[in-house]
């Protein structure tokens, strides 16, 4: 099984920036693409970013030209680095990864996903 923990979250003011992490540790055989999702309140869960294990990247319309997603694999972790963040922005952001536990699932193709437990970021205006 493997843990998401993300952090960076905070209260910031619009035109500011923030930048989550999350690592991703436990049972990883092989960790394909990782990503960032966030829930605003009364909305439903929406694609952020995505980066592969080969570091292709991924945005939404809504935050391309700014929002950086980016991952160290050496040490399983994903960032997004946000600058400009306005009030829709405003959600809790989930960290996503796709990944193999161990090489059975590897070699019968069966990948699993994980999500962490959400950080808060907050833009006042």
């Known amino acids: 099984q493997v843990h998401l923990v993300e952090s960076g979250g905070g209260l910031v003011q619009a035109g500011g920036s923030l930048r989550l992490s999350c690592v991703a540790s436990?049972?990883?055989?092989?960790?394909?693409?990782m990503g960032w999702y966030r829930q605003a309140p009364g909305k439903q869960r929406e694609i952020v970013a995505t980066?592969?294990?080969?570091?292709?990247?991924d945005y939404a319309a809504s935050v391309k030209d700014r929002f950086t997603v980016s991952r160290d694999n050496a040490k399983n972790t994903v960032y997004l680095q946000m600058n400009t963040l306005a009030p829709e922005d405003t959600a809790v952001y989930y960290c996503?990864?796709?990944?193999?536990?161990?090489?059975?699932?590897?070699?019968?193709?069966?990948?699993?996903?994980?999500w962490g437990q959400g950080t808060q970021v907050t833009v006042s205006s």
């Open positions: 980066v592969s294990s080969s570091g292709s990247t």
């Open positions: 436990g049972s990883i055989f092989r960790l394909n693409a």
């Open positions: 996503n990864a796709n990944y193999y536990p161990d090489y059975n699932y590897y070699l019968n193709r069966r990948p699993q996903t994980a």
